[in-house]
């Protein structure tokens, strides 16, 4: 994909299952992308790179996900100013807990968005609202995305009012 704007990161392709999702809701928005496959622990000089070019690229906002110790985002985000958004991955022997705390306890001056547990669906929405801010057209096209999710679930609660 030409001019990327959101880099997708994994620290091992063992995460895309998960983050393959947040590439869904980019392509459903329209939104350029890349991914790619970096790790904090086994390619540490290749991921500092990689974050340290990222703005100079183009790139807009950086979408991580990692499992495990998952240093992945906290690593990138210190390498840059670009906001990096971290999707702790689940499974493993603490099912994601130990990604989760590694990712949301960022000590202060280096900020991450830490997302749910396998939370890469929210990761893309987030990056595309922070892309929204300076596209009104992808702002309007959020905007209609969630007057049909509420249309959704009206039309559910309406079905179960109408059990009597
Ligand atoms: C983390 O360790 C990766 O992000 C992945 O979630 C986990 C396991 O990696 P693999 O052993 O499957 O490559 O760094």
Redesign the pocket.
């Given at each position: 994909m030409s001019n990327p704007v959101v880099g997708i990161v994994?620290?091992?392709d063992?995460?895309w299952d998960v983050m393959q999702k947040a590439v869904g809701i980019l392509d459903d928005l329209k939104i350029s992308y890349e991914v790619r496959v970096l790790?904090a622990?086994r390619t540490p000089l290749a991921a500092a790179n990689y974050a340290q070019e990222a703005e100079g690229r183009g790139l807009k906002v950086i979408i991580a996900g990692?499992?495990?110790a998952?240093h992945l985002p906290g690593v990138l985000a210190s390498y840059t100013l670009l906001p990096i958004i971290g999707v702790p991955?689940g499974g493993g022997p603490l099912s994601g807990v130990d990604a989760l705390y590694a990712i949301v306890q960022m000590p202060p001056g280096i900020p991450v968005a830490a997302m749910a547990i396998d939370g890469a669906q929210n990761a893309a929405l987030f990056a595309a609202q922070l892309l929204a801010l300076h596209d009104p057209e992808l702002a309007e096209l959020l905007k209609t995305q969630r007057e049909r999710m509420a249309q959704r679930v009206l039309e559910k609660d309406a079905c179960f009012q109408s059990r009597g």
């Open positions: 994994m620290g091992s063992s995460d790790s622990h990692a499992g495990r998952a991955i």
